[in-house]
């Protein structure tokens, strides 16, 4: 909740050497794993998190928060997403709120391009007479601009190390130099595929080219119920690329994703009971918990394929995975503490080793 700003005082105790940065490049990945680091430190060191996009929000509220204090934070972040979006006066306002002073939060501008306009000519028009933007002057003046370069030859392969040494894994040179092929222009991809590398083999793991192929493969067409055969027959492999072919070229909502697993979760929880031994005792059940209505029922077929899979799981079994919904469903829908792809690989990744762990004790 914003409150008047700090006293000068109070400002000059902050640590930070700039309080407005400008982020930008060709690589929408690498700009907003960017943001996503910056952001990540702020909020472990008690910052509040605004989180706008020009063009789809009203950003005045947040622009007029950069310059306040909070009443349950030490500071803020106001990330201003697609922020050449900015309207003329939003851009007026974002000037004069940087001009009056916002120390000690900090305001981040992403993918913002600086407009010129000619004395006398409309925008676009770049004679010797342009003018330049003068929020972006005062960006660079008063706080830092980067500009992430997307990382080429040896440079890509140096970032794709990077992201291993973080987690802890090794790759042989043949797997590395394969995943850095894969990723191709867009090395910030190697960061979803290390996570669920990492989720499926764990810290320290050594790997070769056979461990990494099965999440690497190609994208093709294929219906939702596939995901949850994959994930439910333990085979996180063929799990994963269904999702990439669900997320990636079919363009699902990645919160319909969430809606359908959680579904079909809750379904298979509902008939798991020692006493639903056939379809129809799968249709009363499905009904008395609401996820069937009065009417509705499943294929005999259908239903009683259900009834060993929802055996599998126990009630703890249960408690976990849906746990492990909620957690993605909030990363999703709250404030993006990483990028959505990860989300659903790591979720998918975990649910589809509970169901291989089940099913190799059986």
């Given at each position: 909740?914003?409150?008047?700003?700090?006293?000068?005082?109070?400002?000059?105790?902050?640590?930070?050497?700039?309080?407005?940065?400008?982020?930008?490049?060709?690589?929408?990945?690498?700009?907003?794993?960017?943001?996503?680091?910056?952001?990540?430190?702020?909020?472990?060191?008690?910052?509040?998190?605004?989180?706008?996009?020009?063009?789809?929000?009203?950003?005045?509220?947040?622009?007029r928060a950069?310059?306040?204090?909070?009443?349950?934070?030490?500071?803020?972040?106001?990330?201003?997403?697609?922020?050449?979006?900015?309207?003329?006066?939003?851009?007026?306002?974002?000037?004069?709120?940087?001009?009056?002073?916002?120390?000690?939060n900090l305001?981040?501008?992403?993918?913002?391009?600086?407009?010129?306009?000619?004395?006398?000519?409309?925008?676009?028009?770049?004679?010797?007479?342009?003018?330049?933007?003068?929020?972006?002057?005062?960006?660079?003046?008063?706080?830092?601009?980067?500009?992430?370069?997307?990382?080429?030859?040896?440079?890509?392969?140096?970032?794709?190390?990077?992201?291993?040494?973080?987690?802890?894994?090794?790759?042989?040179?043949?797997?590395?130099?394969?995943?850095?092929?894969?990723?191709?222009?867009?090395?910030?991809?190697?960061?979803?595929?290390?996570?669920?590398?990492?989720?499926?083999?764990?810290?320290?793991?050594?790997?070769?080219?056979?461990?990494?192929?099965?999440?690497?493969?190609?994208?093709?067409?294929?219906?939702?119920?596939?995901?949850?055969?994959?994930?439910?027959?333990?085979?996180?492999?063929?799990?994963?690329?269904?999702?990439?072919?669900?997320?990636?070229?079919?363009?699902?909502?990645?919160?319909?994703?969430?809606?359908?697993?959680?579904?079909?979760?809750?379904?298979?929880?509902?008939?798991?009971?020692?006493?639903?031994?056939?379809?129809?005792?799968?249709?009363?059940?499905?009904?008395?918990?609401?996820?069937?209505?009065?009417?509705?029922?499943?294929?005999?077929?259908?239903?009683?394929?259900?009834?060993?899979?929802?055996?599998?799981?126990?009630?703890?079994?249960?408690?976990?995975?849906?746990?492990?919904?909620?957690e993605a469903?909030?990363?999703?829908?709250?404030?993006?503490?990483?990028?959505?792809?990860?989300?659903?690989?790591?979720?998918?990744?975990?649910?589809?080793?509970?169901?291989?762990?089940?099913?190799?004790?059986?």
């Amino acid at each position: 909740m914003a409150q008047p700003r700090k006293s000068k005082d109070e400002d000059s105790q902050n640590n930070e050497s700039y309080g407005v940065l400008a982020i930008s490049g060709e690589n929408s990945e690498l700009v907003l794993r960017r943001m996503l680091e910056i952001v990540s430190a702020r909020r472990l060191q008690g910052s509040e998190v605004i989180d706008v996009t020009a063009g789809v929000d009203d950003v005045e509220p947040a622009l007029r928060a950069a310059n306040q204090s909070f009443m349950f934070a030490d500071s803020a972040v106001v990330v201003l997403r697609e922020a050449s979006k900015l309207t003329q006066e939003e851009r007026a306002l974002a000037q004069a709120v940087i001009e009056e002073g916002i120390s000690p939060n900090l305001v981040i501008f992403l993918d913002y391009r600086p407009t010129r306009s000619a004395s006398g000519a409309p925008d676009g028009d770049y004679g010797s007479t342009s003018t330049k933007d003068s929020l972006f002057e005062l960006i660079k003046r008063v706080g830092k601009v980067e500009t992430i370069a997307t990382p080429t030859g040896k440079a890509k392969l140096k970032y794709v190390e990077s992201v291993l040494s973080i987690s802890g894994m090794k790759l042989t040179p043949r797997a590395l130099a394969m995943l850095s092929e894969h990723v191709g222009d867009a090395p910030a991809r190697s960061d979803a595929i290390v996570s669920v590398l990492l989720a499926r083999h764990g810290e320290g793991a050594h790997l070769d080219v056979e461990e990494i192929v099965d999440y690497l493969g190609e994208h093709g067409e294929v219906p939702m119920w596939e995901l949850t055969d994959a994930i439910e027959s333990g085979d996180q492999a063929v799990a994963l690329r269904v999702l990439k072919t669900i997320f990636v070229d079919a363009g699902r909502d990645p919160v319909i994703l969430i809606s359908v697993l959680g579904k079909r979760l809750g379904e298979l929880a509902a008939i798991s009971s020692v006493g639903v031994r056939n379809a129809e005792a799968v249709n009363v059940a499905l009904r008395r918990s609401g996820l069937l209505s009065e009417k509705g029922s499943k294929h005999p077929f259908v239903a009683e394929k259900m009834i060993p899979v929802s055996r599998l799981l126990g009630i703890e079994d249960y408690r976990a995975a849906f746990g492990w919904i909620q957690e993605a469903d909030l990363a999703l829908r709250g404030e993006p503490v990483m990028p959505k792809e990860i989300c659903l690989e790591v979720m998918v990744t975990r649910l589809a080793a509970l169901y291989r762990r089940k099913r190799a004790r059986r």
